[in-house]
């Protein structure tokens, strides 16, 4: 549904409820004060600026969440099952994005979340599949999947604790330029898998973190100075 150079405003039903089917919308930029869904298999998939004043709802269909939107404009999201992917950019500054089960659990899946803090609650997570996390605060457990590979950008905070269980492969934390890891009590735990935090740059890890379980690579950059090791404040 395009073109997206104008913008798009659905006061109706948009329904991806076709199995295998997809649905595409573009604006610019998208508003919704109506209904749009994923269901019986269906895949819907927003490519562009957008916010959210009505309804969305995923009901064992996919919704790929693109373009740019703010932790506001997520408005009301109704689950049973299905799946959401963060493959856009989502401008958590000042906010809480909070999953819960009313919207579900999400996936990070090639998207960005910029500032804010993330917290779940009554069984709902994060997956940080991939993409970038942009001076973000985690205040909840989180869990890292075999393969799951992350950028940090501008420092990290964790104030619960992140597991790393990349099991039979790897899972990876890739800190790009000069930045700190960890403000608060930090704690990672490594499984028995080849979990691996990689840099570029200096890297200063904040104190009250913790490092605990087995097989946690650091690894730095093709051509990096000796000067780009960690900093230990913990």
Known sequence: MRDSA?????HGTIAADVMDG????HGNP???TGTVEARNGGSLAIDSAWNN?????????SFNLGGSFTTAGIGTIERNGGIVNLVGLLDN???IFALNPAIGSWVLAGGTIRSGSITTAGGAALRLKSGTLDGVTLDSDLIMENKDDVIVLNGLTINRTLTMEGHPNFAQLSFQGVQTLGRGPTHFWSTNSLNYLSKNAPLTIGSGSRFMGQRLHWTGCSGCSSDQSGHNLG
Do not use: E, K, Y
Request: proline share 4%.
């Open 22 to 25: 997809t649905i595409t919308i």
């Open 6 to 10: 104008v913008p798009l405003i659905n």
């Open 30 to 32: 998208f508003s919704n």
């Open 53 to 61: 004043g009505g309804i969305f709802r995923v009901a064992d269909g």
């Open 93 to 95: 500054t000042n906010a």
